[in-house]
Nanobody
Framework: QVQLVESGGGLVQAGDSLKLACAAS????????MGWFRQAPGKEREFVAA????????FYVDSVKGRFTISRDNAKNTVYLQMNSLKPEDTAVYYC????????????????????WGQGTQVTVSS
């Protein structure tokens, strides 16, 4: 059973930065594509960013391009989401997800394609 544990959320002001981390309990972390999603109250879960197995390919939702950076450290079984210039509309619970893939360059944007999810970490951005 794969377990994902997110950390790094908190309450910040608009314009501040946060760095989320997601630690995965998998045997070979580099076999898995990773993604970050978020869900605000009353809204559906939304794709934020994804990274391929090696970290060589990334993909972002338009609303975070230029502000957020997804990265991974395969030696630490951890994926990160660096969030800069935060806005109140970024307020949500952020979730990481994992899926084993066979292609090195696969990035996944669809929530239903992921196999395992973390419990989420709250990010609140005040104006």
């Amino acid at each position: 059973q794969v377990q994902l544990v997110e950390s790094g959320g908190g309450l910040v002001q608009a314009g501040d930065s946060l760095k989320l981390a997601c630690a995965a309990s998998v045997r070979t972390f580099s076999n898995y594509a990773m993604g970050w999603f978020r869900q605000a109250p009353g809204k559906e879960r939304e794709f934020v960013a994804a990274v391929s197995r090696s970290g060589g390919r990334t993909f972002y939702v338009d609303s975070v391009k230029g502000r957020f950076t997804i990265s991974r450290d395969n030696a630490k079984n951890t994926v990160y989401l660096q969030m800069n210039s935060l806005k109140p509309e970024d307020t949500a619970v952020y979730y990481c997800a994992v899926k084993r893939t066979f292609a090195e360059t696969t990035v996944i944007r669809i929530p239903g394609e992921y196999d395992y999810w973390g419990q989420g970490t709250q990010v609140t951005v005040s104006s």
